[in-house]
């Protein structure tokens, strides 16, 4: 039987070049262009590679909310400070620069772009919650890289969920939309990106029983 002589997938990859944009895909606070705007065509290429995330549920009920507005970035802003600035009291520890600098300039970021799914799992099972948000969050990272791998620096937060009642009065989204993290993205400006300092896999990995390290 013949075999095919074409490249397979895995040779096609650079797993080099693949490799760099898993390690170095950081958050990104301060060193963004915050003058030039992002061309709609490029985030929506980058979502077209979000959505071949995998999801347990097999719904595709991510949806993508691409704020741009600047009367509407400017309402956000306002919640996020708010919101950071409850959970700083609440820890009992002072904000780090880089996140004073993200919520001093929030509303000046190009493009705010929130993560949501279509329905709710409140007071669901573990199972439930692990289903539901573990398939919408691979997508938001899918994204994150893609970002990245095009000079676009964005952040992970959560932080809006505080307020998800004024979020959704200020974005129109429904009742059932479920709103996980928001992404500030815009283009890179000086920002170095590099992998951080972390433990080991044989650190953080167990072989066939919990504690149980390899030889």
């Given amino acids: 039987m013949t075999q095919p002589t074409g490249p397979t997938d895995i040779d096609e990859i650079d797993l080099e070049s693949f490799d760099r944009v898993l390690e170095t895909t950081r958050s990104v606070r301060r060193r963004l ?3 030039r705007p992002i061309e709609p065509e490029v985030i929506e290429r980058c979502i077209n590679i979000a959505t071949q995330a995998p999801t347990g549920i097999n719904a595709e009920n991510w949806r993508f909310l691409v704020v741009t507005s600047a009367e509407k970035k400017l309402k956000l802003a306002d919640l996020y400070r708010r919101a950071l600035a409850t959970l700083s009291e609440a820890r009992g520890v002072p904000l780090k620069p880089t996140q004073h600098a993200l919520a001093d300039r929030l509303h000046e970021i190009p493009a705010l772009i929130l993560v949501c799914a279509i329905g709710r799992i409140a007071n669901g099972s573990l199972p439930m919650q692990v ?5 919408i969050l691979p997508a938001a990272w899918s994204l994150m890289l893609a970002l990245r791998a095009r000079g676009l620096g964005s952040t992970w937060t959560s932080l809006l969920g505080f307020h998800e009642e004024e979020v959704a009065r200020i974005l129109g989204i429904p ?7 928001m992404l500030p993205v815009g283009y890179m400006s000086g920002a170095v990106l590099k992998p951080a300092i972390r433990k080991p896999a044989r650190d953080v990995t167990y072989w066939d029983h919990w504690g149980a390290v390899r030889d």
Avoid: A, L, M
Wanted: aromatic letters at 20%; proline letters at 0%.
């Fill in 175 to 181: 009742d059932e939309v479920t709103q996980t993290v």
């Fill in 131 to 135: 289903g539901f948000y573990g398939s």
């Fill in 33 to 35: 262009d915050f003058d």
